[in-house]
Nanobody, 115 residues
């Protein structure tokens, strides 16, 4: 069973940057799609970006050009570099893995963008 531990959240001013990390433990992680979702207060959880085991990445329109997802399969870790942050990026960010239809979630990390 996969376990995920996120880090790197925090508070930043608009226009700033943050880097989220998610370390996964378990078997076959390098074959899994890993991704980041976020959930703002009163809103549904939404996909931000994900990356396949082979490195193919997908981004939500709202973050394209500002966020970059990457992974280090040797460390079973996925990263989300977030630049040009906006107040509307404020949310709890959740790391996840997806493998043969089974999704596993991390505990979430808060990102707050405010002046």
């Amino acid at each position: 069973q996969v376990q995920l531990v996120e880090s790197g959240g925090g508070s930043v001013q608009p226009g700033g940057s943050l880097r989220l990390s998610c370390a996964a433990s378990g078997r076959f992680v390098s074959f899994m799609t890993m991704g980041w979702h976020r959930q703002a207060p009163g809103k549904q959880r939404e996909l931000v970006a994900d990356i396949s085991g082979g490195g193919s990445a997908f981004y939500a329109d709202s973050v394209t050009g500002r966020f970059t997802i990457s992974r280090d399969n040797a460390k079973n870790t996925v990263y989300l570099q977030m630049n040009s942050l906006k107040p509307e990026d404020t949310a709890v960010y959740y790391c996840s893995t997806l493998y043969f239809g089974t999704r596993t979630w991390g505990q979430g990390t808060q990102v707050t963008v405010s002046s």
